[in-house]
């Protein structure tokens, strides 16, 4: 029996560069790579060129020198003779504080108007259609400056809460003041406080650290009791009740540790011609904070929407023949499935929110745009470093908002077995 020998390779010849298929793509993807490089190359020595013509360098000194302006609202110390690096710390939290309070509050909206779009009551999901259709058709500064004004003019001065029969009143009794000025809630104050720990940057409250590590280990047990409750019942068919379990393991470590600290609230009250005490929340904030919840809510809605409808009609006819009542079966069949399909757009959301708080120079709130992007860089005469740091940071704070969002995704998407 004869042998039929190997066919031999054929060597490597730079022309297979071009017309081999095996490295074609190679090629090209290198010869881009180079391209790109280059075009950057061009465009940071075209930078600097433009710099030394107008006598300038690049650097991010700037950022040590004294800023020499106020900042309304503000979350850690500054003032006026801070540098400017400080009052970007300063509109960096504010812009932080912003995203987290519209994301949150527009993701409670969206999903509520979501399910009520979806309602078998006519009036209901009719009022939510017009409510998504109404605000996510209209630009968002268009919002924000129409929220702006609501504040500013429509609400109460302080001299109105003056008086034995005062035009305005505080709410829930007597503790929030809604005012042309702002919004005055309670300031929560502990009478035994742990201090503070000094980062040098700024300082953080031990109070606040102890309350969130009690949180989350209270969290942590709960969660451990409940696989501990699913363990027994994948064994032997019953479910231990353990709901009150979990109550004391959420809140009687926390009521405990408030009682130690001597949590309590300081109210404002009407001193002068302005209310004193609590915890000032500015009109500027308020208003983004309404606008940017309601307008996201709106698009978060129809997402919700598309996630419920991408769950077959079989889920909850299964569920109402095993006797689940219309919300438990919402809240344990419906959108539990719906997740894989909400998630991936609302990343999109919340990024869009991060970006959209840049808006906030309408109304005069002092975030990261407004204080790098505005004042320093108008006192400095640096563009091109305040530019590039900004859009760093705003890099910065999307990608680790996607890549969290992203973790949750894949917790929550479908595991085959």
């Not at 702006?148 to 505080?170: H, K, Q, T, W």
């Not at 031990?206 to 989350?216: K, Q, T």
């Not at 890099?395 to 077995?417: D, F, G, H, P, T």
Request: proline share 4%.
């Amino acid at each position: 029996m004869t042998s039929i020998p190997d066919r031999p390779k054929p060597s490597f010849r730079p022309s297979m560069l071009i017309y081999d298929t095996r490295y074609r793509s190679l090629t090209i993807q290198v010869v881009v790579l180079f391209l790109v490089m280059a075009g950057a190359a061009w465009l940071i020595d075209n930078a600097i060129q433009n710099l030394r013509t107008l006598g300038k360098d690049f650097n991010f000194g700037f950022l040590s020198v004294r800023a020499g302006y106020d900042i309304n609202q503000r979350l850690v110390a500054y003032d006026s003779n801070s540098t400017h690096g400080r009052a970007l710390l300063v509109g960096l939290l504010n812009t932080l504080l912003l995203a987290v309070m519209s994301c949150v509050l527009a993701t409670v909206i969206g999903v509520i108007a979501g399910v009520l779009r979806l309602s078998g009551n006519w009036i209901v999901a009719r009022l939510m259609t017009v409510y998504v259709e109404a605000f996510r058709n209209i630009p968002t500064l268009l919002w924000i400056l129409v929220f702006g004004a609501v504040m500013s003019e429509s609400m109460p001065a302080p001299s109105a809460f003056r008086g034995d029969d005062p035009a305005a009143s505080m709410l829930f009794f007597d503790s929030v003041a809604i005012t042309n000025r702002g919004v005055y809630v309670p300031e929560p104050l502990f009478a035994r406080s742990l201090g503070n720990l000094d980062l040098g940057i700024f300082m953080i409250s031990l109070d606040l650290l102890a309350i969130v590590a009690v949180m989350i280990a209270g969290y942590l047990g709960h969660r451990w009791l409940q696989r501990q409750a699913e363990a027994i019942q994948n064994a032997t068919g019953d479910r231990p009740v353990t709901w009150w379990k979990s109550l004391i393991v959420l809140f009687l470590p926390l009521i405990a540790l408030l009682w130690g600290l001597g949590f309590h609230f300081g109210y404002p009250e009407l001193s002068g011609f302005n209310f004193a005490g609590g915890v000032h929340l500015r009109n500027s904030l308020i208003a983004m904070w309404l606008a940017l919840s309601i307008y996201t809510g709106a698009f978060i809605a129809e997402n919700v929407r598309a996630g419920i409808l991408a769950v077959s009609r079989g889920q909850t006819e299964a569920a109402y023949a095993l006797g689940l009542r219309p919300g438990t079966t919402m809240n344990r069949v419906i959108l539990p499935q719906a997740m894989r399909v909400i998630i991936p757009p609302l990343i999109s959301q919340y990024l869009n929110i991060t970006k959209n708080t840049s808006l906030a120079l309408a109304v005069g709130y002092m975030d990261l745009r407004s204080t790098l992007g505005g004042i320093t860089l108008n006192q400095t005469g640096r563009e091109l470093e305040a530019m590039l740091l900004m859009m760093l940071i705003y890099l910065i704070i999307s990608l680790l908002i996607s890549a969290a969002m992203n973790l949750y995704n894949r917790s929550v998407r479908l595991k085959e077995r």
